[in-house]
């Protein structure tokens, strides 16, 4: 029993002291994640490493709606070095930072140089989170909402709740989320059971498509341009058609499906600690 004692420590050691000599590097993270996601991984895609190096050995993994500056210096400090962010970590769709670098723009170039001297790679998990059946995002934020036993079984971008007014609705949505800054177009008295909810932005095409159906009466979004979709609701209703916008703000519309995204990560990666870190919501009133 000793012998088979010591042979057991010996092992414990030896497999110890392999992960040591082999840590887990960004790239086997991605790698792993590619695998796991469940969807063919196609390109071209935005889920590409942002900023570091994919060779770098991963100390913590740092999962993110947003990679603000903030949440990298929450990450640095937790010892995190290696952040999935949801969104785009320099201020357009494709990280484009051609036109910022040729203005020198100081913004750009702190959040670059605190990325680079803490070794910070930054990679983006956003087109195959979405892709995921279900939607990752929709998924984590259905949760969040406790819109589980309502969501279509057709479309799970569609929901039939209890009979309640806009108003209160929204005041549901604000306190669930914990958000600062939400806005409502339509009738605060609107009596409504069929709610559509398309996080983040998903462009005003899709979000009027969403709301000439006639079994949408209120619409759930994170953003849109204001002379759009907004002014379609307008109108809608002052033609009195039973139409109504709930505007949560990007971040608070997908939060959840990241803190969701994180969740799922440990399920198979468990050689280094992996948090969920909340971006913070950028907007708020003034009382």
């Known amino acids: 029993m000793r012998r088979l004692a010591v042979l057991a420590v010996s092992v414990s050691w030896s497999i110890a002291g392999f992960a040591q000599e082999n840590p887990l590097t960004a ?18 895609t935005v889920d590409t490493i942002k900023a570091g190096n994919a060779d770098t050995p991963v100390s913590g993994i740092a999962v993110t709606m947003m990679a603000t500056q903030d949440v990298l210096e929450r990450a640095a400090a937790s010892g995190k070095n290696f952040v999935i962010t949801h969104e785009p970590t320099f201020y357009n769709h494709l990280d484009n930072t051609a036109d910022l670098e040729k203005q020198e723009d100081a913004v750009l170039r702190a959040k670059q140089t605190f990325i680079r001297e803490h070794g910070l790679v930054i990679w983006r998990f956003h087109d195959h989170w979405h892709a995921r059946k279900p939607d990752g995002i929709l998924l984590g934020m ?26 209160s609705l929204a005041e549901s949505i604000k306190k669930k989320l914990s958000i600062r800054a939400l806005r409502v177009v339509g009738d605060p008295q609107l009596k409504l059971t069929q709610v559509a909810f398309l996080p983040g932005a998903a462009g005003s095409a899709r979000q009027i498509q969403m709301l000439e159906r006639n079994d949408v009466e209120a619409l759930l979004i994170g953003e849109t341009p204001e002379w759009e979709t907004v002014e379609y609701v307008s109108d809608a209703v002052t033609e009195h058609k039973r139409k109504a916008l709930i505007i949560i703000g990007h971040i608070p519309s997908e939060q959840a499906g990241m803190e969701e995204c994180a969740s799922w990560l440990k399920s198979f990666i468990s050689e ?5 870190i909340p971006a913070s919501e950028p907007f708020w009133l003034p009382r």
């Open 272 to 276: 280094v600690p992996i948090e969920f």
């Open 27 to 44: 790239r086997q993270v991605i790698e792993r994640i590619q695998k796991n996601v469940g969807v063919p991984w196609t390109t071209p």
């Open 142 to 167: 259905t949760h969040a909402l406790d819109w589980e036993d309502f969501q279509s079984h057709d479309n799970e971008h569609l929901f039939v709740i209890a009979p309640t007014t806009l108003s």
